[in-house]
């Protein structure tokens, strides 16, 4: 039977204060003895913190200047993997003191029971005493990777995650150096089929979250930015699609009078250039598929004529019920369409 107290827990830590300490002292409380320190550049002033950690019996690692809790991760998870090669995995734990033994007890006993799994403490964001900010921000981020990703999480933000000693090396390689580690993880989950498992724990701001290193405006930009080619893709595609009808009409409105033949061509002729941008862009650069070009493009190409079927067709039928404009209707019916056709994608065409 594994014995979870020889998880080794690592602390990605900035500019410190008590709270490290004592959760610390806590944890050793607790039965780990295996604890990784990593001091991301903190100011001299600090060093003390660092120097009671090494006698509480801590293993203290230090970048000599700010380099980010991403890479404060890798270089703990690194030295782990290399001084601890026997241990059951790594649970992170953030220094400020919003992750209870407990709950680190938990996701460390889910890890070995889960093997091959990442171990997420997820939290409650619908107790009272959660900041606003974290409230908003998670929920936005849930929404954001359930859309584009097709990934389900309660919790996309917790610093509480254990990750067993096999998958160790993955994590070391994975892209990000700061807040965005931890949501490219979650991203890497997906690419390579690593099942998350959730834990609930305990919801925990303390000073409603002050202490924290994160900057709510340029952290955000580097998080978001790894959807920014998704978003780039679709909408990108979308203006080229309603820019395009829109042209087609007033070219062939006077030729093709009939309403139906007019809207029907021009939709045609559209789609089928911004399908073509579509196809391309999503496979080099959002869903970067390494399936035969052929292959990508059959299934593309099937998805693409339903989805122009469609178009012309409830744009045809909503214009002859409504007699709203033509381009507004097209907007209204495209973007319903957008939104099924790029789960389509994710899920079956560049799979």
Request: charged residues 20%.
């Amino acid at each position: 039977m594994v014995d979870i107290t020889e998880t080794v827990i690592l602390i990605p830590s900035l500019n410190p204060d008590e709270k490290m300490i004592r959760l610390i002292e806590n944890l050793k409380a607790g039965g780990f003895s295996h604890i990784v320190c990593v001091d991301d550049g903190s100011g001299e002033e600090y060093r003390s913190y660092y120097e009671k950690a090494q006698s509480l019996g801590c293993d203290v690692l230090r970048h000599c200047v700010n380099m980010g809790k991403g890479r404060g991760i890798k270089t703990g998870l690194n030295f782990i993997r290399n001084t601890y090669p026997d241990s059951p995995g790594v649970v992170t734990v953030d220094s400020d003191g919003q992750h209870s033994v407990e709950d680190t007890v938990s996701c460390a006993r889910a890890m070995t029971e889960n093997p091959g799994c990442l171990v997420f403490g997820c939290r409650d964001f619908r107790e009272e005493g959660v900041p606003p900010k974290s409230y908003y921000g998670n929920v936005i981020t849930r929404c954001v990777m359930k859309v584009f990703c097709g990934i389900s999480l309660s919790d996309t933000q917790t610093g509480l995650r254990a990750i067993p000693q096999d998958l160790i090396e993955a994590f070391v390689n994975t892209k990000g150096e700061r807040y965005e580690y931890e949501m490219q993880q979650i991203l890497q989950c997906r690419e390579e089929d690593i099942p998350i498992v959730e834990v609930p724990i305990k919801t925990i701001y303390i000073e409603e979250n002050k202490g924290t290193h994160f900057n709510p405006v340029t952290d955000s930009i580097k998080i978001y930015a790894q959807f920014g080619r998704f978003i780039f893709a679709s909408v990108s595609s979308f203006l080229v699609d309603i820019i395009l009808f829109a042209l087609f009409v007033q070219l062939f409105i006077i030729p093709f009078g009939d309403a139906e033949r007019y809207i029907l061509i021009s939709t045609v002729f559209a789609r089928v250039i911004s399908a073509a941008w579509n196809f391309l862009i999503n496979r080099k650069l959002v869903f970067k598929a390494k399936n035969p070009l052929m292959k990508n493009a059959v299934k593309y190409a099937v998805l693409a004529v339903c989805q122009l079927g469609l178009s012309a067709l409830l744009v045809t039928l909503l214009f002859r019920v409504t007699h709203i404009n033509e381009t507004v209707v097209k907007v209204v019916v495209d973007s319903i369409l957008f939104l099924i056709s790029f789960q389509i994608q994710r899920e079956v065409v560049f799979k």
